[in-house]
């Protein structure tokens, strides 16, 4: 099942990107904890396409179990030991109940002929018509966390990154800036961004790349080999195996990346942003094969929505001191604490 390619996003997902993205900056004021407003971004986006709700009480009480689900992924899983796992299952009950109720009475609207246009329309669609024995509830709400999960962690981590690494490199975000300015100018403050003014941010994709390539998000993947098979060099990963895949190995290797460690958006601008002549596709943060990433195209379009309403709308320093650690998550340690301070308006001239 397709849910985020490029016509749907540009169909429905672009705008409530753009609106919600507004939404939440709309009350930043003084020192902001970037990954915290990230976070809240980024799931409220994810409740948005998968149900159609806009952020209110209901979606927050569910953000705040959701956040103890999480809690839940990096404890020792044994409830006697660990009172966050013993909190994230009771967690997990409370969110999946409160999406049944979703799926119940969504079910109840079809029977009353009315549809809506969005993630759980879709599995519904698929429970009716789809000839594929349908998905029970339990199957839906399963689903809908697991989408919760992967859309949630790895894109308000990519946002909060991007905007560090961009501090630290001022030439880039002033061109960066100049970017969004130029799109800005053709448009009211508040007037929405098209798909068009998407496909015309050449330098913001360069920088996206660059995050994800430095970031390492997901730093690598697991696969089973399911036939002997005989890689470079004259090694065979025996059939039954199972393999972790590096992929930040490959990110960091200056063979593949000269200065590897540096963040340099430029190097994208020759497209592969590689310095080998490889035509092996050595640029992989969203994994590849059958099992890539479905999110990676909304996850771009977010995080270039993001950037584009924070560099016009505000000019920001770093609170604090913060670093990024790679274990057991990417993220930084202090949550990456920022001073923004809103941006005039410059009013076009009137005759
Ligand atoms: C910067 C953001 C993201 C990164 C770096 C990322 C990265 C990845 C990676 C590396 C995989 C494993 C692919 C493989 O095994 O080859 C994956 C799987 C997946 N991602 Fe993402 N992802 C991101 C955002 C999202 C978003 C926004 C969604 C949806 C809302 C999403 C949904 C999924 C799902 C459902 C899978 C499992 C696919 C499967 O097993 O068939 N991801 N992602």
Known sequence: ????????????????????????????????????EAKKITFQLTVKQLMSFDPCEWTEN?????????????????????TTYRRAIQARTKVAEALSLVVGERRREIERG??????LAALLDEDG?????GFSDEEIVDFMLALLVAGYETTSTIMTLAVKYLTE????LAQLKEEHDEIRATKGEKEALQWEDYKSMPFTQCVVNETLRVANIISGVFRRAMTDV??????????????????R????????????RTFNPWRWQNNSGTTGSS???????????????PGAELARVELSVFLHRLVTQFSWVAAEQDKVIFFPTTRTQKRYPIIVQRLKQVQPCKD
């Open 1 to 36: 099942m397709s849910f985020a390619n490029s016509a749907i996003i540009r169909d429905h997902l672009l705008l409530d990107i753009d609106r919600l993205v507004r939404l939440n900056m709309d009350s930043w004021t003084g020192r902001v904890l970037l990954m915290e």
């Open 62 to 82: 569910l953000m705040k179990e959701y956040m103890l689900v999480i809690e839940g992924f990096f404890t020792i899983p044994l409830p006697i030991f660990s």
């Open 114 to 119: 009315e549809r809506k246009n969005d993630m």
């Open 129 to 133: 018509g789809g000839g594929g024995g």
């Open 169 to 172: 490199n001022p030439i880039a």
């Open 230 to 247: 005989t890689i470079k060099d004259g090694y065979t990963i025996p059939k039954g195996w199972k393999v972790f895949a590096s992929l």
């Open 249 to 260: 190995a490959v990110h960091m290797d200056h063979r593949h990346f000269k200065d590897a």
């Open 279 to 293: 035509s092996v596709n050595v640029f992989t943060p969203f994994g590849g094969g059958p099992r890539r990433c």
